[in-house]
């Protein structure tokens, strides 16, 4: 390897690809225009020869951004027949994105889902290097989807290597991948570059180089032949006026060759040299003198620029009149491929031209089909300024809105937006125009409409009878209610309009509105229809997020454990991440307050991963802060502030409720744990008060437990009464699981002496047998009642079923409490062992746990988005921390061990 001053940066390359059969993983090289990269990334496709590593590759070009998935074709047409083998669902995404197949427009995770089992399965034949050049030019849906790709080959025999212009945005870049920045050369690796590349250079020419190249490689190398020269210009620019300068010195008949290729999508020769009128054997001959001058490479197939700054340098030098017929000898010769010849076509429209914004926006329609919602974007939104009828341009822009909504483009909404300011809109126009930026991060994010604003726009749709239209605003002005407090008053409205929907009673999503809306006011008719809904059993995913989110508003926690779990499937298979995220997040909030850490644990866990792959910041603070929960039940404090802390930064930036209050439960349950109960109370109270932005409408009813024993402790039993009497109230209108066993603890440790034992042992009577941490804490406080009634004979059976029931449940300062308790009896407790399954990452619990209810590692592949070799990786690192040797060990090893 013979680069100059990047000898760190070879090194490091070439550990990855020799450490390729032990681990795989990716990589980003990051630097500026000429730093090196490609010829970094040609030293590894050297190295990777020499080491038995095969490469796929692609390489990023401006002038290809807009057809869809056309880098992944690159990379996977060697090993495209490996398709064959892929899960039906797989293959009918993959070969729909590529082109190869018709179907449903796919989702862009069961895409990358797809590709990775596609590249495991290639690697186990050699180990694989994925290598990709400016990924910043590669079009957005295979950036998105190599991403995802990128994210799960740590347990695969490959890895990812892809090289970025430094400034450029790039899904790449913020997809969490370990990054390498390229830092101009030394004064010395300069120095000694420059001398290989023009030997002979005078003195005050080489010094004038060393200084305009800024430790540049690539200006090191080709400013000599202007070193004569000074110029204002940056070193980009001036790179690209040397290359520039360099292709007006060639024939006309190259120069012209050399603009077609500049402006051509991916270098096919025999489409160049057709657009250009040219044969092939003449073609050739008018090409070489600029393979000559060393701007381009050329083979019996491709036409290859020596740096993109080349071809750009080309492309901006020529005469608009120039581009313009070079775009449309283009489209001629691309007469066969719409796509294609409609945006060269485009390229070469100034003004109005209805025919090409319908050719794009036909182009926008099939993009859309196989998944290319970016692609289908850009081509709406150039049809849009093509379009000679202001109703068509508004029409394309709102499409282009509604597409960027789906797909998470907040800044393409605001470009649309700002063109829309200046054209005629209908009614229904602007309500939806009005509602585009509120659809964002479940409007919790700047700039989003209100409660009351959305809910006046639904009844505007509502009146001019576009159902779906307002029942999609209407969905995001009831959860609006979840995340920021609109009042009574505007919930008073909002319950009425939805009263007056022309829905069924027992519509999912009009139980899930009502929910949002009025969770006290309608709890017993919101709990009442979960019931009903939950013995009917539709089996449909999306049904099933809406009632258990609704479930989870009144309270309901075990039916929401089960519709959460029940939607995951669907979801998954449809490939629908970010509702998957949703899902998990709803089932690890419910299964912590029902005491189940097992399953709470590793859905927390992944629901803040898909949270921030999906671009949810809300959902990702409201998993930080389960997580935080989790962490303080398990004793482990300081892990649970710092994920608190992290919780609450996101929470803070908008004001999010449900964050903030999950935030202050944890920290109270952490503090109760460590005994400050002042400390707990202090942050327990805060949801509490209207005025304090943790306060949560629907969550102050489930944390009574908590604030009880704290209150207690700390001698505010009576302001504790104050707000249990105003939950008293509010326990006439709902028949909230939570709120009711909250209120029944309560009762009890509030209660005067000869008035608390009757009131244990009404809320121990209550069936309890899904809620076990609640029984826990009746039981444990129960016990500590009796002992301090000087009755340790009648304390010890709770205070024994207390710690064998913290000691189940994995929450060790609990159980060390009751011991306390039982060793003040005269009564001594057994060590508890730590079950083996603490040992577990969350991720890997979830793997363990899969099989362990009998699913194959490519269903759990399947279920987890990771390819079916990754899941065997890690069940053989589960094995040996269970200390167990076989898959039909693992149900008994994920069993707690009895006390």
Not at 140 to 168: D, K, M, N, W, Y
Not at 307 to 331: D, F, N
Not at 519 to 536: K, N, S, T
Not at 615 to 624: D, N, S
């Amino acid at each position: 390897m013979s680069l100059i001053g990047r000898q760190a940066e070879l090194e490091h390359l070439a550990g990855l690809i020799e450490d390729i059969q032990h681990r795989g993983g990716a990589l980003l090289l990051s630097g500026a225009p000429g730093a090196g990269k490609t010829a970094l990334l040609a030293e590894v496709r050297t190295h990777c020869a020499s080491a038995g590593v095969r490469v796929l590759a692609a390489n990023g070009v401006q002038s290809e951004q807009q057809v869809p998935f056309a880098g992944l074709h690159q990379v996977l047409y060697p090993v495209r027949t490996g398709l064959n083998g892929l899960p039906a669902g797989q293959r009918a995404a993959l070969g729909t994105a590529l082109g190869l197949a018709d179907g449903a427009a796919p989702e862009v995770c069961l895409v990358g889902l797809a590709v990775v089992n596609l590249l495991a399965e290639t690697a186990t034949t050699a180990p694989l290097a994925v290598l990709l050049d400016d990924v910043q030019w590669l079009d957005q849906a295979s950036q998105e989807v190599l991403s995802f790709v990128a994210r799960r080959l740590c347990s695969e025999p490959a890895v990812l290597i892809a090289t970025h212009r430094a400034g450029e945005p790039s899904a790449l870049t913020s997809a969490g991948l370990p990054e390498r920045v390229l830092d101009r050369l030394s004064a010395e690796a300069a120095a000694a570059l420059l001398d290989r590349v023009a030997p002979g250079l005078p003195a005050p020419a080489r010094a004038r180089v060393l200084d305009q190249a800024e430790g540049n490689p690539l200006a090191l190398t080709e400013l000599p032949s202007t070193a004569t020269e000074s110029s204002p210009l940056a070193l980009t620019p001036r790179l690209e006026q040397a290359f520039a300068a360099r292709a007006d010195a060639l024939p006309a008949a190259t120069r012209h060759c050399l603009l077609i290729a500049a402006l051509h999508e991916h270098g096919a020769l025999a489409e160049i040299l057709a657009a250009a009128g040219l044969q092939p054997e003449a073609g050739v001959a008018a090409l070489r003198p600029a393979v000559t001058a060393g701007l381009i490479t050329l083979d019996s197939e491709v036409i290859e620029f020596r740096h993109p700054l080349v071809r750009s340098a080309i492309a901006q030098s020529a005469e608009l009149g120039s581009r313009q017929a070079a775009h449309l000898a283009l489209a001629e010769v691309l007469s066969g491929q719409p796509d294609r010849r409609a945006w060269h076509r485009a390229a070469a429209t100034l003004g109005p031209d209805e025919q090409v914004a319908a050719d794009l926006e036909a182009t926008a329609d099939r993009a859309q089909r196989r998944g290319g919602v970016a692609a289908a974007i850009s081509a709406l939104e150039r049809a849009a300024h093509l379009s000679a009828d202001p109703a068509d341009r508004v029409r394309r822009l709102l499409r282009a809105g509604e597409l960027a909504v789906d797909s998470g483009h907040r800044d393409t909404v605001d470009r649309v937006l700002a063109e829309l300011r200046a054209l005629p809109l209908t009614a229904r126009q602007r309500s939806l125009a009005a509602w585009l930026p509120s659809a964002f991060d479940d409007g919790v994010s700047e700039g989003a409409a209100g409660p009351g604003e959305l809910l006046t726009l639904v009844e505007q749709v509502l009146a001019d009878g576009d159902l779906d239209l307002a029942m999609r605003i209407f969905w995001g002005t009831a959860m609006r209610c979840f995340w920021v407090e609109p009042g009574s008053a505007v919930r008073a409205r909002i319950i009425a309009v939805a009263d007056r929907l022309p829905l069924p009673a027992h519509d999912p999503l009009l139980v899930a509105i009502t929910a949002y809306v009025a969770p006290i006011d309608r709890g017993d008719v919101v709990v009442a229809r979960l019931r009903e809904l939950a013995a009917e059993g539709s089996g449909d995913p999306i049904a099933y997020r809406y009632l258990s989110s609704a479930a989870l508003q009144v309270g309901a926690l075990t039916e929401s454990a089960r519709f959460s779990a029940a939607a995951q499937p669907g979801l998954r298979s449809e490939g629908k991440l970010a509702l998957v995220a949703r899902a998990l997040a709803v089932q690890a909030w419910s299964c912590v307050r029902l005491g189940d850490l097992l399953t709470a644990a590793p859905a927390a866990e992944e629901a803040a991963q898909l949270a921030r792959e999906t671009r949810q910041p809300y959902m990702y603070g409201l998993a930080r802060a389960v997580q935080a929960e989790i962490s303080a039940l398990r004793g482990e404090y300081e892990q649970a502030e710092t994920l608190a802390a992290e919780a609450e930064q996101v929470g803070l930036a908008a004001a999010a409720r449900p964050v903030l209050a999950k935030v202050q439960l944890a920290r109270g349950i952490a503090a109760l744990g460590a005994g400050r109960y002042a400390d707990a109370f202090l942050a327990l109270r805060r949801v509490h008060d209207p005025a304090d932005p943790a306060y949560q409408l629907a969550l102050r009813c489930y944390l009574l437990p908590e604030l009880a024993e704290a209150g207690l402790r700390c001698d505010q039993a009576d302001e504790v009464r104050k707000i249990v009497a105003d939950l008293e109230a509010a326990a006439l209108s709902t028949s909230s699981p939570a709120l009711t066993i909250g209120l029944r603890y309560a009762r009890a440790v509030l209660a005067t002496d000869d008035r608390a034992e009757s009131l244990f042992r009404t809320a121990l009577e209550a069936d309890l047998t899904r809620w076990p941490l609640e029984r826990g804490r009746l039981q444990l406080a129960f016990g500590e009642w009796l002992r301090r009634q000087r009755r340790p004979a009648d304390s010890r059976p709770y205070l024994r079923a207390a710690r064998e029931t913290f000691d189940a449940l994995g929450m060790p300062g609990w159980s060390e409490r009751a011991r306390r308790d039982l060793r003040a009896t005269g009564e001594a407790s057994p060590e508890h062992r730590e079950d083996a399954y603490h040992d577990l990452t969350a991720h890997e619990l979830n793997i363990a746990r899969l099989a362990a209810e009998g699913l194959t590692n490519r269903e759990i592949g399947e279920r987890l988005y990771l390819s079916h070799r990754t899941v065997s990786t890690h069940l053989h690192r589960i094995f040996p921390k269970l200390g167990i040797t076989s898959r039909t060990e693992l149900g008994a090893a994920l069993q707690p061990t009895p006390a």
